[in-house]
């Protein structure tokens, strides 16, 4: 029953949970997760809801084209947590002021 257990030693490990290696898949993930914090952290300030707002929406395109491309569960998992944070962040930056802040309009 020895190999019935294994260890995951890094995040890639978690990514990579088929043996195989994802880059593309693995860069969808990262982008996804950074543009969903930068989303979500951006909406503390009201200044800042353009950067909220266009963040946001860039993580959502991204995190939906790394759900259609997707191999694993664990880079499903954080697509869905990165997915999330970006359209959390998108519609608070639409709220203070949206996409192009009143320039349009």
């Known amino acids: 029953m020895a190999q019935a257990v294994r260890t995951q030693r890094s995040l890639l490990a978690l ?9 593309v898949e693995n860069t969808m993930v990262a982008v996804t ?5 930068i989303a979500i952290f951006t909406t503390f300030s009201h200044s800042l809801h353009l950067v909220s707002s266009w963040a946001g929406l860039l993580g959502i395109f991204a995190g939906m084209w790394g759900q259609f491309i997707s191999a694993t569960t664990g880079e499903r998992f954080l697509l869905i947590i990165g997915l999330g944070a970006s359209a959390v962040g998108f519609f608070i930056g639409m709220a203070h002021g949206g996409l192009f802040g009143g320039v349009l309009g």
């Open 33 to 37: 997760v950074a543009l969903g914090a």
């Open 15 to 23: 990514l990579n949970s088929d043996g195989k290696a994802h880059p």
